[in-house]
Nanobody
Framework: QVQLVESGGGLVQLGGSLRLSCAAS????????MGWFRQPTGKERTFVAA??????????RYSDSVRGRFSISRDVAKNTVYLQMNNLNPEDTAIYYC????????????????????WGQGAQVTVSS
């Protein structure tokens, strides 16, 4: 049984940093895609970042709204994906979900929630001004 457990959310001030972690169990997903989505209150869930194996290394993609501020990484040995979030602003306030697809998704599908098979429970991130 696959399980994704998130940690690291919280309250931070404008310009601060947080790191989210998502530990996977039940499968390794070495050939799959691991990603992060977020959902502000009353709004749709949107893509934040994803990492997937691509030839000799890991390919990382970001939404325009977080590129340059957020960084996704994964630790294969720990079967964990991280999201380092820097220079946070109130617009980043949301519940953040990690998601895993068993296969390597193509770039055009990275932002499609239905293409991910497994989801974490969500972690609240609140940025105060």
């Amino acid at each position: 049984q696959v399980q994704l457990v998130e940690s690291g959310g919280g309250l931070v001030q404008l310009g601060g940093s947080l790191r989210l972690s998502c530990a996977a169990s039940g499968s390794t997903f070495n050939d799959g895609t691991m990603g992060w989505f977020r959902q502000p209150t009353g709004k749709e869930r949107t893509f934040v970042a994803a990492v997937r194996w691509s030839g000799g290394g890991y390919d990382k993609r970001y939404s325009d709204s977080v590129r340059g501020r957020f960084s996704i990484s994964r630790d294969v040995a720990k079967n964990t994906v991280y999201l380092q979030m820097n220079n946070l602003n109130p617009e980043d306030t949301a519940i953040y979900y990690c998601a895993v697809a068993s296969k390597r998704l193509i770039v055009s599908r990275l932002g499609v929630p239905n293409d991910y098979s497994y989801w974490g429970q969500g972690a609240q991130v609140t940025v105060s001004s």
